[in-house]
């Protein structure tokens, strides 16, 4: 009695799960009469969009003729079905008929794609639910697995309906008017502040959506440079700065933003030798950092699963995120996609960076290393082919600065040497090269 109600409850879900019988058959009836149709189906319906097992079954014959070009009309499709054995399964030779015998109008096509896709959407948003349901009861697999493949899922579900919102120009032209218009008013700068005029000029700062690479050789200053950015950004927007440090501890970073805020060296600060006004200094800095939303993650081998839940959580508490900084790329892991061949997982992951980056609105920045390579030859100065692994980094990258100092190859007696930060690729805008002053002492980044 108990399994028989079972199957009555599974069955009446099925019956009542989302659907529109009629919205699929007049989509079908104009794929009929209409090869631009067929386009327009192929573009933004998938054989699961439909609910009826009938309905999958001829937009499945429909295609295959199409791709075979092969004309559609009754004699055709009711061939290719009583040839592969489905023209019972369908329903047989008058529902066919029905269709055909129907004509739609094709005005409205692409609103009952839309609504097709609407319940689709929701029926797949269902069975997610009772998946989620049915994994609380098994035990033997690690809740993160759990948890990590349901937000896939419903990550995959987000993108999807985000697919679906399509400008036309109308729209986009008079949204970028208003825009321009906002600018003309308030003349500011189109992304966020870097802190350093000179690469704020060329970049108009760092756009929302926007992968940023900052690559270089080891000890040039990656990490120091991307916390003087954080630094800045926080201070001018007070917009909260999200820091993945995989290299690095969170008590390391913050001795060090300590040393560049407070101009004592790091070797001084972390054996304790703090004069009196080192001493005021210090308790202003502390007094003001604590008040500003710096966020330091720094949980090792991260992967892009983690990184982006992690996201999604801190924009849910504090409803924005000015900027994400990764340190760095080459120790990430793909755990959806681990493989021996560590480029093509690489470019994996900025990829998948890049798409997270554009589904938030927010910019990330990403440091790399560069290869041995550079190193071979007598002109140091890095080149974009010298991204370590590289993959499709500087293809999904939409700005790839490379810092270089060449007091790294050759020492000078001053403090404060000149570092190159070189624009090697820039989606937007030109590329050059920026100066910028660096402290050793300090591991400070200043404007030349």
């Given at each position: 009695?108990?399994?028989?109600?079972?199957?009555?409850?599974?069955?009446?879900?099925?019956?009542?799960?989302?659907?529109?019988?009629?919205?699929?058959?007049?989509?079908?009836?104009?794929?009929?009469?209409?090869?631009?149709?067929?386009?327009?189906?192929?573009?933004?319906?998938?054989?699961?969009?439909?609910?009826?097992?009938?309905?999958?079954?001829?937009?499945?014959a429909i295609i295959s003729l199409y791709n075979d070009k092969i004309p559609i009309d009754l004699i055709t499709l009711t061939t290719f079905l009583q040839d592969n054995g489905l023209?019972?399964?369908?329903?047989?030779?008058?529902?066919?008929?029905?269709?055909?015998?129907?004509?739609?109008?094709?005005?409205?096509?692409?609103?009952?794609?839309?609504?097709?896709?609407?319940?689709?959407?929701?029926?797949?948003?269902?069975?997610?639910?009772?998946?989620?349901?049915?994994?609380?009861?098994?035990?033997?697999?690690?809740?993160?697995?759990?948890?990590?493949?349901?937000?896939?899922?419903?990550?995959?579900?987000?993108?999807?309906?985000?697919?679906?919102?399509?400008?036309?120009?109308?729209?986009?032209?008079?949204?970028?008017?208003?825009?321009?218009?906002?600018?003309?008013?308030?003349?500011?700068?189109?992304?966020?502040?870097?802190?350093?005029?000179?690469?704020?000029?060329?970049?108009?700062?760092?756009?929302?959506?926007?992968?940023?690479?900052?690559?270089?050789?080891?000890?040039?200053?990656?990490?120091?440079?991307?916390?003087?950015?954080?630094?800045?950004?926080?201070?001018?927007?007070?917009?909260?700065?999200?820091?993945?440090?995989?290299?690095?501890?969170?008590?390391?970073?913050?001795?060090?933003?300590?040393?560049?805020?407070?101009?004592?060296?790091?070797?001084?600060?972390?054996?304790?030798?703090?004069?009196?006004?080192?001493?005021?200094?210090?308790?202003?800095?502390?007094?003001?950092?604590?008040?500003?939303?710096?966020?330091?993650?720094?949980?090792?081998?991260?992967?892009?699963?983690?990184?982006?839940?992690?996201?999604?959580?801190?924009?849910?508490?504090?409803?924005?995120?000015?900027?994400?900084?990764?340190?760095?790329?080459?120790?990430?892991?793909?755990?959806?996609?681990?493989?021996?061949?560590?480029?093509?997982?690489?470019?994996?992951?900025?990829?998948?960076?890049?798409?997270?980056?554009?589904?938030?609105?927010?910019?990330?920045?990403?440091?790399?290393?560069?290869?041995?390579?550079?190193?071979?030859?007598?002109?140091?100065?890095?080149?974009?082919?010298?991204?370590?692994?590289?993959?499709?980094?500087?293809?999904?990258?939409?700005?790839?600065?490379?810092?270089?100092?060449?007091?790294?190859?050759?020492?000078?007696?001053?403090?404060?040497?000149?570092?190159?930060?070189?624009?090697?690729?820039?989606?937007?805008?030109?590329?050059?090269?920026?100066?910028?002053?660096?402290?050793?002492?300090?591991?400070?980044?200043?404007?030349?």
């Amino acid at each position: 009695m108990q399994n028989f109600n079972k199957k009555k409850n599974q069955s009446n879900i099925e019956k009542y799960l989302p659907h529109n019988f009629l919205a699929e058959k007049i989509v079908l009836c104009s794929l009929l009469i209409s090869p631009e149709a067929i386009d327009i189906a192929l573009n933004n319906l998938t054989v699961q969009t439909f609910y009826f097992k009938n309905h999958q079954e001829i937009y499945k014959a429909i295609i295959s003729l199409y791709n075979d070009k092969i004309p559609i009309d009754l004699i055709t499709l009711t061939t290719f079905l009583q040839d592969n054995g489905l023209l019972k399964k369908i329903g047989g030779i008058p529902v066919l008929t029905e269709l055909f015998e129907q004509i739609p109008n094709l005005v409205y096509l692409e609103e009952y794609i839309r609504l097709l896709q609407d319940k689709f959407l929701r029926r797949s948003l269902i069975q997610l639910g009772y998946e989620a349901i049915n994994s609380g009861y098994i035990t033997n697999i690690p809740l993160e697995k759990i948890f990590n493949d349901l937000e896939t899922q419903f990550f995959n579900l987000t993108n999807i309906s985000k697919n679906l919102n399509i400008s036309d120009s109308t729209e986009l032209f008079s949204n970028i008017f208003l825009d321009l218009k906002e600018k003309a008013l308030k003349p500011s700068l189109a992304g966020i502040a870097s802190g350093f005029y000179d690469l704020d000029s060329i970049t108009q700062g760092f756009q929302k959506s926007d992968l940023i690479i900052i690559a270089s050789r080891p000890s040039m200053g990656k990490t120091a440079l991307c916390l003087n950015i954080a630094i800045n950004i926080v201070k001018q927007n007070n917009a909260p700065i999200l820091f993945f440090s995989l290299e690095m501890s969170k008590e390391q970073l913050i001795y060090r933003l300590l040393a560049n805020e407070a101009h004592i060296s790091n070797t001084r600060l972390r054996a304790g030798n703090i004069y009196k006004q080192d001493w005021i200094n210090l308790n202003a800095i502390i007094k003001n950092f604590s008040c500003l939303p710096f966020l330091i993650d720094d949980t090792p081998n991260l992967s892009i699963q983690e990184i982006r839940s992690k996201i999604k959580k801190i924009i849910f508490e504090k409803a924005k995120l000015g900027i994400i900084i990764i340190d760095y790329l080459q120790l990430m892991q793909n755990s959806k996609f681990q493989t021996d061949n560590r480029v093509q997982e690489l470019s994996q992951i900025t990829r998948s960076l890049k798409l997270i980056a554009r589904e938030f609105k927010v910019p990330i920045i990403a440091l790399s290393q560069l290869s041995r390579n550079v190193e071979n030859r007598l002109n140091k100065r890095p080149i974009l082919s010298d991204l370590r692994e590289s993959g499709s980094i500087e293809q999904d990258a939409d700005l790839v600065l490379m810092l270089y100092r060449e007091n790294y190859y050759l020492p000078l007696k001053d403090n404060d040497d000149i570092a190159e930060l070189i624009i090697a690729k820039h989606r937007n805008g030109p590329i050059g090269t920026v100066k910028l002053k660096f402290n050793t002492r300090y591991t400070q980044f200043s404007s030349y």
